[in-house]
């Protein structure tokens, strides 16, 4: 029993033709007189009788029609929607490589602002290591990749200046700073420090910040995240110089005391990075549209 066998005996019952429901469902009378005697052997009983030249259902029939016509309804209406779903053009997608402070930190609200004016558009974010997102511009991976101060040129890639983080100090609950609400860039002197590892482009910006100024510290501990770095700090194995915007509000005052350096502005920028080749596609060019001019990230806001 199939679904085209239930279509032909509701056609035979609603027609009371054997000629139309062939014509309906393009069988032959004989081919419609095959299947209806099929039905009857599998269900066992007999589905309808002819009177005066009529076809009239029998009580077997009848509970049978009931189920057949809204098996074949739900049939016909699946098929609709599946092939109009198919029929649909589907939704522009905008894929963002970012590194994890960019991603969860600021790209966030970039995002959420693009599509409210957008909300077709799909939009994918992976969080990669600052070297990957180099190749998955290149390479077409992604349409778009962020990142903190670049630490080299491509003749391939544009760099647009998109937001700056405010950098501050960061303490634990334990330390002598704590309760602070800023320092001066001389009392870093001499302190342990927790730093990214030197690779990091973040981590050259830091220390080129701190030769600036002629302050030398200690080196603790160096990590490759952010959040790590966080949770050392909160425990007391010393400072850091992180940007503003990964500490959240719960843990300010809580575990992390953050504390601004007063007489030395520190801001890192963040680049959203994309191929000069490549066409952008019309989602993308609405999403680059976001960002016409760069934007101050301080102290967690916009500015």
Known sequence: MNIETLKVFRDLSDTGSFSK???LNYISQSAVSQQIK???????????????GKILLTGCGKKFYEASRRIAVLYDDTIRSVRALGAEKPAEEIKISTIYSAGIYIIQNYIKQFLSRNPGTK???????FSQIY???????????FMACPYRKSSG???VPVARDEMVLIAGTLSPLAGRRSVNVGELEGLDFIFFDKVFPSRRYIDAFLRRHGVKVRVKMELDNIETIKTAVASGAGVSI?????????ENGVSLHVMRISDAPFLRPIYLIHSRSRALSPAARNFMGIFEKPRKIAAGREA
């Open 21 to 23: 429901t062939a014509e």
């Open 38 to 52: 099929k039905l009857e052997l599998v269900l066992k009983c007999k589905l309808y009788h002819r009177q005066a």
């Open 123 to 129: 939009i994918s974010v992976e969080y990669r290591q």
């Open 135 to 145: 190749s998955d511009i290149s390479s077409g991976r992604a349409d778009f990749g």
């Open 157 to 159: 890639l544009k760099m």
């Open 242 to 250: 992180l940007p503003r915007t990964a500490v959240r509000e719960d």
